[in-house]
């Protein structure tokens, strides 16, 4: 199939100038970044993003690096087409990016990789060709 390694989570918000999207993994969102992007002078206090799993997502970067640890527990609220939503301080030109929290992943096997049957044909002989001397 095929699987995305990259989603936009909100790519059109053009009347804040924000973007936000989640760079992932092929087969679930463990070790998944979301990414938000301020443009912008302004200031938001309540700025809100949708994210995809329930938990703690905590904040790995900022432009602003000031030292604050910051972690935000998703709420089940859906935002940007996301079933739960993260909120928080963005700043002005701020970007930040967030690692989500790990799920638990069913234990799937790997499919088998097939096994090609390769049939074998005689080799076909060349008839030996003598000439004779005329």
Known sequence: GN???FEWINGGDAVRSTFSF?????????NA???VCNFTPSYYNDYTVGVPVS???KRIFSTYPDGR???LTASGDECDGRPFRLTFELRAFESVIFEVPMQ????VEKPKAEKKTVRKTPAKTKKATTKTAK
Not at 23 to 30: A, D, G, I, S
Not at 104 to 107: I, P, R
């Open 33 to 35: 970044l979301v990414f």
């Open 22 to 30: 989640i760079r992932r993994n092929p087969w679930n969102y463990n």
């Open 3 to 5: 699987r995305q390694t």
């Open 69 to 71: 640890e910051c972690i």
């Open 55 to 57: 938990g703690q997502y």
């Open 104 to 107: 638990e992943v069913e234990k």
